[in-house]
Every structure is written in structure tokens, then in C-alpha cells.
């Protein structure tokens, strides 16, 4: 997909829960999973005194961004990294203003900065879907790569060809909560006995055979959970969001906003625990006074879903889940 195309989801309601916390001049959000800038721009336009500092781990989404936000260079700082090492950046991006050298602070300076707003648009993005040659995609023919950040080593095809078959099933079990996933992990150990598997319609092709018959008949492709767990495997997308969300809450100022878009019950699971937890009195019961109220208020009631006409002109919207807080209390 052009990147001046792509469509950001909910795009007008994530607008609206940041924006409040945005609208003083030099207020700092951090788009944490960056993308083609859709968000990024819609608040950059929405708040012409905040300022945004844009993380993601895909380079190219980085070089895309950098044309598409132009209009508000003075504004952006852009960084090729992955968001569980937001407390480095934004301690890196303060000590940048206060004249310190560049490259990450020392450990003593991380955290100590706050921000206002903070933006997490999760999973794969549609250029990265429309790019074939990624191989997120199970409808078209490519490589089996799957890698966001395509400076790091392992691939799908490493985890298809190299983990055992006890290991291959855990994973598309646990992340693709695929109920086949022995037999799937099976039949790949099978054919890659025969000739290492090394591009997406083969393996497609080998997760399709190994589901029954009735089943594959119904519930869209048959691969779509094996793909969505080697892509989950190969990015540690649970394991960096398990690692970045609490330390990343933790840089919010009092009144500073957070949104996080989810796409699949795995990771909205884990956004819904830690906004939860956050929101709630931590007191043991019978004391007179609060000893640990809440951190966050909740912006949102539950996940909030896009509307039948988003998701009519974008189907790709139809998944997300949309969640929000306010920091009411300073982080311990």
C-alpha cells in the first residue's frame, strides 16, 4: 500500500482521548509503534505546540514517516528502535535538550523525565502486509521472514526449519491459539525432512493439508493463526509489550493520556491487566485512609471497537480494540 493511502484505525477517537493531554505547548508524546504516521499526524495537526518523539523497530517505516511528517520536521524526533527501550529515548531525548551528548544516558538519568502522551498502535501494519516480500502474508507468495526489524537475525524460516516439534506447537498454540497445532507442527516437521520450507504459500499450503477437511471450510484461511504466532515468535511482540507498557506508564505526568490499539486477544490481554491494575486501590482493605489509591483513571469503558462504517471502508479495523487512561497520581 502508498504510504500516503495507508488509513490509520480509529484514528478521530484516538485523536480525542490524546489530544487534552496534548494541548500545551512542548507537551511530548511518544508514538511508540510509529508506523506510516497516521496517528502521529492526525495529533500533530490536532496540537501545533506538542511535540513527538516517533519510535519503530521497521527502518522503512521510519524513511516513510520522515516524509510524511516534513511539514512538522522542527517538531519530530524519529528513532529506529524497539519500544521496550522507551525510558533510553526519552531520557536520551531530554538530555538532547539540555545540551548532554548524544547516544544513551547513563542508567541514573533514565525514567526521571516525563511525557504527556503516549501511543501504542500494536501488531503488523498494512504496508508491512502489503509488502510481499516481508512474508507476513499467507496470501501471497514470499520469503518466510516475518521480521519487523529487518536489521536482526532470526526469521519464520529459522523458526519453522530449526525449533522442535514440541517447541513449534507450544508456540502456535500459545500465540496463534491454533487448536491444531500438533498436527500443524507435525506436518511441518515431515516436509522439512524432505527440503527446508522457505516461502509462505508452501507453508500455507503444508498448515491448510494438516487441518481437517471440515474445518478449513469455514473461519477464513487456515493459516492465518500459524502466521499470526511465528510472526508474534519471531518479533517477541508479548515479551515487549509484557516489558514496555508498565515502564513506559511510568513516564506519565500527572494528566498525561495513553491509547494502545490492539488487534488479537493476546496482547489486549495484557494492555487490559496492566491499565486495570493501575486503576484500581491497591490498599489493603480496613484502612482509614488510602495508603496506595490509583494511578490511572480509565478513559475507556471496556475495549472500544471501530464502527461498522470504519470498518466497511477499512476491514482491517474490524479486530481492534481500543483502550485509554489518564495518570491521576504521580508513579511511585
Known sequence: ???????PVMAGRVTDLLAPALARDGA????????????????????????????????????AARDILSPHAARVTLVHAR?????????????????????????????HERINGLLFDLGVSSPQLDEADRGFAYAQDAPLDMRMDRTRQRTAADVVNGYPAAELARVLREYGEERFAQRIAAAI??????????????????????????TRRTGGNPAK????????????????????????????AVGGR??????????????????????KDQSPPGLPVP????????????????SDAEVASNPRAASARLRAAERIKEAA
Open 1 to 7: 500500500m502508498d504510504a500516503g493511502r495507508h488509513v
Open 28 to 63: 511530548v508524546l511518544v508514538d511508540a509503534t510509529l508506523g506510516r504516521a497516521g496517528h502521529a499526524r492526525a495529533l500533530l495537526d490536532a496540537c501545533p505546540g506538542m511535540v513527538l518523539i516517533g519510535i519503530d523497530a521497521d527502518l522503512a517505516a521510519i524513511e
Open 83 to 111: 519500544y521496550d527501550e522507551i525510558p533510553a529515548i526519552v531520557a536520551s531525548y531530554y538530555l538532547g535538550l539540555t545540551g548532554g551528548a548524544g547516544g544513551r544516558p547513563p542508567a541514573s538519568r533514565q525514567g
Open 189 to 214: 516437521i515431515r516436509e522439512r525432512a524432505r527440503a527446508p520450507i522457505a516461502s509462505t504459500m508452501k507453508l500455507s499450503a503444508i498448515v491448510r493439508d494438516a487441518i481437517p477437511a471440515a
Open 225 to 252: 493463526r500459524t502466521f499470526q504466532a511465528l510472526r508474534i515468535e519471531v518479533n517477541d511482540e508479548l515479551g515487549t509489550l509484557r516489558r514496555a507498557l508498565p515502564e513506559a506508564l511510568d513516564l506519565l
Open 258 to 279: 495513553v491509547a494502545v490499539l490492539a488487534y488479537h486477544s493476546l496482547e489486549d490481554r495484557i494492555v487490559k491487566r496492566e491499565l486495570t491494575a493501575r486503576s
Open 291 to 306: 495508603i496506595a489509591p490509583p494511578e490511572l483513571r480509565l478513559l475507556t469503558r471496556g475495549a472500544e471497537r471501530p
